[in-house]
T-cell receptor
Framework: EAGVVQSPRYKIIEKKQPVAFWCNPI?????LYWYRQNLGQGPELLIR????????DSQLPKDRFSAERLKGVDSTLKIQPAELGDSAVYLC?????????FGQGTRLTVV | GENVEQHPSTLSVQEGDSAVIKCTYS??????FPWYKQELGKRPQLIID?????GEKKDQRIAVTLNKTAKHFSLHITETQPEDSAVYFC?????????FGDGTTLTVKP
């Protein structure tokens, strides 16, 4: 069974530029999460989807972050414009019940 | 939202010793209690979990104990090995989402 797939693995951009991350969850998993993990800290939930519906986006900085999960499968997370403080690892996870499986993450560096 | 605290934040043990990490949470509705291990530069991976109808679960050298009354659950690693060195996170779900603790960095010295 394929795991959660994320791309790209690494991204370096200049501040004020846009960036997008892509996630393909495990087949059949209705719940999809986007987390941000800063160095030395635990993952912080940004948004949770149940199928195509965003059921918890209270932690998503909506002035610059957006996400979508069309058709309830793949998902993209976008930042526009990026700021220096957005440098982090962005993790996608999916679950069918409560156990979450994580992707490898995208390490974003904003310079 | 859920308040999650882990203790200690760092733990150093000699190979062969035991390690215990404690997680306290606030949401009494939580009924699923997982522990994740994250090695440097890698993704978090579930190592053990427990549901609220069970007080203890063991899987070889690792075990999890749950005290719902006191709202805490603990990870126990026995006969530690250098490959156990990693950051460990608890993540009790509150309101249907996982809230991660800040992690415990475990170092096992050979």
């Amino acid at each position: 069974e394929a795991g959660v797939v994320q791309s790209p693995r690494y991204k370096i951009i200049e501040k004020k530029q846009p960036v997008a991350f892509w996630c393909n969850p495990i087949s059949g998993h209705n719940t999809l999460y986007w987390y941000r993990q800063n160095l030395g800290q635990g993952p912080e939930l940004l948004i949770r989807y149940e199928n195509e519906e965003a059921v918890d986006d209270s932690q998503l900085p909506k002035d610059r972050f957006s996400a979508e999960r069309l058709k309830g499968v793949d998902s993209t997370l976008k930042i526009q414009p990026a700021e220096l403080g957005d440098s982090a690892v962005y993790l996608c996870a999916s679950s069918s019940r409560v156990q979450a499986f994580f992707g490898q993450g995208t390490r974003l560096t904003v310079v | 939202g859920e308040n999650v605290e882990q203790h200690p934040s760092t733990l150093s043990v000699q190979e062969g010793d035991s390690a215990v990490i404690k997680c306290t949470y606030s949401d009494s509705a939580s009924n699923y209690f997982p522990w994740y291990k994250q090695e440097l530069g890698k993704r978090p991976q579930l190592i053990i979990d427990i549901r609220s109808n069970v007080g203890e679960k063991k899987d070889q050298r690792i075990a999890v104990t749950l005290n719902k009354t006191a709202k805490h659950f603990s990870l126990h690693i026995t006969e530690t090995q250098p490959e156990d060195s990693a950051v460990y996170f608890c993540a009790p779900p509150g309101a249907g989402k996982s809230t991660f603790g800040d992690g415990t960095t475990l170092t096992v010295k050979p």
